[in-house]
């Protein structure tokens, strides 16, 4: 497929075809390092939306009756594919989204373990058996349900689209994917990467667009399940939305992650992970480590530490492959500092950090916030930036019901070097993934998704696939005649 482009104009991407957007409407995207455009992007209107649903429509029942062993391979060259483009795509990325480009690079090469993992599944979708009787010969079956709409934010753009579309191709599914407005150009590259290693040019279509492009995805008759990741407010709306027509939905939302660090942790790994829990990404996480819970007795030398490695972290554009980039957006920039005066005002300490840099582009220093309380709304909010808040808690006080007192349940860490004591606290958590002396310790093949408000179903691992497939029973009478037995006889 023909991937060299004379200029920076992104159309949609429908049938496997670049296609202007019928209305003609392009929005640019920027640089969040600068400021400076970078490219200019499609804006799909309801009729582009139909278009590419339609696609995927037609599309489907070849690809949902192509040898699972065939659909396995096809997915696995897009792996080959991603890995071989991977310096590619990760400059992609970090142009678009403003990342560090090794941060960007692990993005991609996660991606490509996520085509890979699935590609292995395809094949091993199997349905049970159910005994019985001998009068029926009684089965299940596994199918796929047709179009699956996915939308993604702007943290992850890349590897977020391959979470959905690896396991919804897997499972004979064809995707339409809504990127976000402001990081679209990952998630085109892999839409044209897919077709090029053999994937049915109409099972994989790209519209960019805003809400409007997203609302009218949701909203079509032609869509079977979605798939969005994204914030607590947009999921309520697209749940909305899919209750018109009972369409499953798969709502991966936000997070406002406990990190609770008990008297007896090993205080330097815990600084060292909840370090990189809440600056990878500028916090841009939406498994970031944002409360450390801190006993009272390690409270100063945690904040000491925790402040030294944040006054120690270089900014600047991610092409640089700094330690921290800028924010993605002007819009996000100016909410993350907004953030840090709700937090003074409510009476916590900015012990580092808090303002913004003095160049152009979007970079916010890393900020730890102490003398936290957990009612207040930087404890209870996602920042969904560079902003740790700490707060302390003594011998009185239960850190695992502060860590649950939270709308969000998405993951969770504790930090102890008492073995029994770790495994009560995730007993207890609310959360979809605990962590025990360590972060981000969820990978490809592990389930991941949120309790409470950070959603419903799970991504990632063997379990992502169920949101891609429907059961269907098969009941087949081995005796003649007709009537018999009611159920309930
Ligand atoms: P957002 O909710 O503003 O937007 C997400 C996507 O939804 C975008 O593509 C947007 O254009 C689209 N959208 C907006 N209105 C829509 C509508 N009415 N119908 C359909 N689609 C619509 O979120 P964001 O600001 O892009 O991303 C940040 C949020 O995403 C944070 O809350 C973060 O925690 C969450 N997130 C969650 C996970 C996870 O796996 N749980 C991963 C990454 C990000």
Redesign the pocket.
């Known amino acids: 497929m023909e991937t060299v482009r004379s200029t920076e104009r992104y159309d949609l991407l429908v049938g496997g075809e670049h296609v202007p957007p019928t209305d003609g409407t392009y929005v640019e995207t920027v640089d969040p390092a600068t400021g400076d455009p970078v490219a200019e992007v499609a804006v799909a209107g309801e009729s582009d939306v139909d278009r590419a649903v339609g696609a995927a429509r037609e599309a489907f029942p070849d690809w949902r009756d192509t040898d699972p062993a065939v659909r396995g391979r096809t997915l696995f060259r897009v792996a080959e594919r991603i890995r071989d483009h991977a310096d590619e795509l990760a400059a992609i990325e970090t142009r678009d989204q403003g990342k560090p480009l090794s941060q960007a690079r692990s993005d991609v090469l996660s991606a490509a373990r996520y085509f890979e993992y699935y590609a292995g599944a395809a094949d091993k979708l199997e349905g049970t058996s159910v005994p019985v009787g001998t009068g029926q010969v009684d089965f299940t079956v596994r199918e796929p349900y047709g179009v699956s709409a996915q ?6 753009p890349g590897n ?1 689209f391959a979470r959905g579309v690896a396991p919804a191709l897997a499972a004979g599914n064809t995707a339409v994917v ?4 402001t990081t679209p150009l990952s998630s085109y590259r892999l839409a044209e990467l897919c077709v090029d290693a053999g994937v049915p040019a109409s099972a994989v279509n790209v519209v960019s667009g ?2 409007e492009t ?2 009218a ?2 909203g079509h008759e032609g869509v079977d399940t979605i798939t ?7 999921g309520q ?2 749940m909305q ?1 899919a209750a018109e027509r009972v369409t499953p939905v798969t709502l ?4 406002k992650n406990p990190a609770i660090v008990y008297p007896d942790a090993d205080l330097d790994e815990a600084v060292a992970w909840i370090d990189r829990g809440i600056f990878t990404n500028a916090g841009q996480v ?1 498994s970031a480590a944002d409360r450390a819970i801190v006993h009272e007795d390690r409270y100063e030398a945690f904040v000491e530490r925790i402040v030294e490695r944040a006054e120690s972290y270089e900014l600047g554009p991610g092409e640089a492959d700094p330690d921290m980039g800028p924010l993605n957006s002007e819009e996000h920039f100016e909410r993350v500092l907004d953030y840090v005066e709700v937090g003074v005002t409510e009476g916590a300490t900015v012990a580092t950090g808090g303002e913004a840099l003095e160049r152009d582009g979007y970079f916010v220093e890393p900020t730890v916030l102490t003398d936290v309380d957990n009612g207040m709304r930087v404890a209870q909010e ?1 920042i ?1 930036g560079p902003v740790l808040t700490v707060i302390p808690y003594g011998d009185d006080e239960d850190p695992v019901a502060l860590g649950n007192d939270v709308a969000y349940g ?1 993951v969770a860490g504790v930090f102890t070097d008492d073995v029994r004591r770790a495994h009560r606290a995730a007993q207890r958590l609310e959360a979809g993934n605990v962590y025990v002396n360590k972060w981000f310790g969820d990978t490809n093949q592990t389930p ?1 998704g ?1 309790y409470k408000q ?2 419903i179903g799970r ?1 990632k691992g063997l379990e992502a696939l169920d949101s891609y497939l429907q059961t269907k029973n098969v009941a087949v009478n081995l005796e003649s005649g007709s009537g018999g037995d009611l159920p309930g006889a």
């Open positions: 939308i993604t934010p702007w943290n992850f977020l809504k990127p976000a407005p805003g809400g997203g609302a995805l949701t969005f990741t994204g914030s607590v407010a947009t709306r697209v939305a991966e939302l936000g997070g939406c996602e969904f998405l991941f949120g950070s959603g991504e």
